[in-house]
């Protein structure tokens, strides 16, 4: 009776940890959260794959393609971000805590208790780091 007992639990451990396996997240998302004045993106190489080269927009574009935010370009610039348009006095503006490409001098805001400088590039030129943080605030002038 023992020796059942014992093999029922063991059969039992490993249909649990079959299950616990399958309802793991492998489908990262894109770390991208917000409201209607500020989106902010933290890059997850799980979420996609990053080099030395992948820019800003092409992860906006992915998280676009699998419906985690959308957004308008015209002549180069993010001018709408999940239904935001830009306006005569306002407009989105991008912010990064990546040191290398930010400048706190030209403008800065603060979030989650963090300091992030006004990014230097734009989306397109941007190239991204893992782990990063980049925010696009609404703003009026």
């Known amino acids: 009776m023992r020796f059942f007992r014992n093999v029922v639990v063991v059969v039992l451990a490993v249909i649990m940890a079959v299950m616990f396996a399958a309802c793991r997240n492998n489908n990262p998302t894109g770390g991208v959260t917000g409201n209607d004045d500020k989106v902010v993106i933290i890059i997850n190489a799980e979420y996609m794959e990053i080099t030395e080269d992948t820019t800003l927009l092409d ?41 290398e490409n930010s400048n706190t001098a030209w403008g800065q805001i603060e979030y989650d208790g963090k300091i992030y400088g006004i990014a230097a590039l734009g989306a397109g030129e941007l190239v991204i780091k893992d782990g990063l943080t980049y925010i696009w605030y609404y703003q009026a002038l």
């Not at 610039?77 to 990546?98: A, C, F, P, Q, R």
């Open 59 to 99: 992860y906006m574009n992915k998280l676009e393609e699998n419906g985690e935010i959308s957004f308008i370009i015209s002549d180069g610039m993010i001018t709408e971000i999940n239904g935001v348009k830009n306006g005569s006095s306002t407009y989105w503006m991008l912010y990064t805590d990546d040191s």
